[in-house]
């Protein structure tokens, strides 16, 4: 899949008023979240979006400096895309902005980089919005390499107003990819669940936090969201039925079905890589053990094999291990098998306390939580050396999942007195916060889109 299969029209070339390709299906989450209200458990209307503040803090390495011209835009635009654009890359930790430098630029100038240059920049994006006949948007840009001279490329997205910031989203993902020959994450989507009152929901929001809606509402608790590998479904824990069951939500019907409702607990669904089965801890034999659950139908298959309390299933990308938290050993810690239960090693080794495994999308690195003292913190491990890094300075962390291209992690934390959601980069440098209102926890970050 090349760029341009991701991304959408390429802009042909410099002139002003060119005309989208007609072959190019417009950006679209029309129906995506439509049918969600099917899916709420209660007859009560949930507001339209939680909205949240982002605010970024810390100073990175080796950040690429770019800057964005003002685009050009018609008069009371509800988004401001140029924004969008540097905040979504300033929130990686891999680019710098910088401010300054002339206006009046759009995808179709030929602008002089000099004064670019001057203030630092290596990049340069232009752009514009223009109103089209049938009340959509043409959102163009271009990128530009300042210190070489050269058009790097751009792109035409016409969209509806509702889709705007997703327009925004795409946009950064193709600069951040030019630029640093990574994928970018932007336009990808966060679950995430809160609390207000006797209201429990799932969400589903942009990677940002915005755009945010509620995919289930129950006045019973919902824990555990875990998307499935193709970006369709997410499993989650209900205590609906005054127990805990697991059920898959299909994000874009909000139809969901009944995956495990066994004697006893069911709690801490993981999808397999390739979407076939779900590993999840049930009580069935008196402790809580790791079954896998095959999607078709059937009876759970039992995995570990201990006495003891053996939870939180955490796929390798490539299938072939599956991590998982135990207390075989007295205290928790973070174990690996084979996917049938065998060849079992203990993983973490310093501090008494260690839960929460997630693996990176490279299968390099292992994000957990520690206890240590009376705080709990997210740590990352180097899986090849062992060594342990500690990301934060809060007392209260949880539920650390990477972005798909591995290069953030999102977890929940409290942070003067409010739960919040929270991104750091791999080195700890760079955080961003994204706060909501009530008790916001357990988020997990989606997969790539095709």
Same mark, same amino acid.
């Given at each position: 899949?090349?760029? &341009?299969? @991701?991304? *959408?029209?390429?802009? %042909?070339?410099?002139?002003?008023?060119? +005309?989208?390709?007609?072959?190019?299906?417009? &950006?679209? @989450?029309? *129906?995506?979240?439509? %049918?969600?209200?099917?899916?709420?458990? +209660?007859?009560?209307s949930a507001p339209a979006a939680a909205q949240f503040r982002v605010e970024v803090t810390g100073v990175g390495v080796q950040q690429i400096p770019f800057a964005v011209a003002p685009f050009r835009v018609p008069s009371g635009l509800p988004q401001d895309v140029a924004a969008i654009v540097a905040a979504d890359l300033v929130r990686s930790g891999q680019l710098r902005q910088i401010a300054g430098g002339p206006a009046g630029?759009?995808?179709?100038?030929?602008?002089?980089l000099g004064p670019w240059r001057t203030q630092g920049a290596d990049a340069l994006i232009t752009g514009s919005v223009r109103g089209l006949a049938d009340g959509r948007f043409d959102v163009r840009f271009r990128l530009w390499d300042v210190v070489r001279g050269t058009d790097l490329g751009g792109l035409s997205y016409p969209v509806s107003a509702a889709d705007l910031r997703l327009a925004a989203h795409r946009i950064a993902d193709y600069v951040y990819e030019k630029l640093t020959g990574e994928r970018g994450v932007f336009s990808t989507r966060i679950a995430y669940v809160t609390k207000n009152g006797d209201r429990h929901q799932l969400w589903v929001a942009d990677a940002d936090g915005e755009n945010a809606q509620p995919a289930l509402t129950s006045r019973e608790p919902i824990i555990s969201p875990a998307w499935s590998p193709n970006g369709t479904q997410l499993a989650y824990v209900s205590f609906e039925s005054l127990k805990p069951v697991i059920y898959a939500h299909d994000i874009a019907t909000g139809r969901r079905r009944l995956l495990a409702s066994f004697r006893g607990s069911n709690s801490a669904p993981a999808?397999?890589?390739?979407?076939?089965?779900l590993y999840a801890t049930l009580t069935l034999a008196g402790s809580s053990q790791i079954y896998a659950l095959d999607l078709d139908g059937g009876q759970p298959q039992r995995i570990t094999q201990t006495g003891g309390i053996d939870t939180e299933p955490a796929f390798a990308p490539d299938g072939k291990a599956v991590y998982f938290v135990s207390d075989r050993g007295g205290s928790p810690q973070i174990y690996r098998m084979t996917p049938d239960g065998r060849e079992v090693t203990r993983v973490t080794f310093e501090g008494g306390y260690n839960i929460s495994p997630a693996v990176s999308p490279?299968?390099?690195?292992?994000?957990?939580?520690?206890?240590i003292g009376d705080a709990y913190r997210l740590?990352?491990?180097?899986?090849?050396?062992?060594?342990?890094?500690?990301?934060?300075?809060?007392?209260?962390?949880e539920s650390p999942s990477f972005a798909p291209n591995g290069r953030l992690i999102i977890y929940a934390t409290r942070v003067q007195g409010r739960e919040s959601l929270m991104t750091t980069t791999l080195d700890?440098?760079?955080?961003?916060?994204?706060?909501?209102?009530?008790?916001?926890?357990?988020?997990?970050?989606?997969p790539f889109l095709a």
């Open positions: 899949m090349t760029l &341009l299969d @991701r991304f *959408g029209t390429p802009l %042909s070339g410099l002139e002003r008023g060119t +005309a989208p390709s007609p072959s190019f299906a417009p &950006l679209s @989450r029309r *129906g995506l979240l439509a %049918s969600a209200a099917a899916g709420a458990l +209660a007859a009560w630029l759009d995808e179709a100038s030929r602008p002089d999808w397999s890589p390739d979407g076939r089965r490279d299968g390099r690195q292992l994000a957990f939580v520690s206890r740590r990352l491990m180097d899986l090849a050396s062992g060594t342990v890094t500690s990301l934060t300075d809060t007392n209260a962390d700890g440098r760079i955080k961003t916060r994204l706060a909501a209102a009530g008790s916001v926890r357990e988020p997990d970050w989606g």
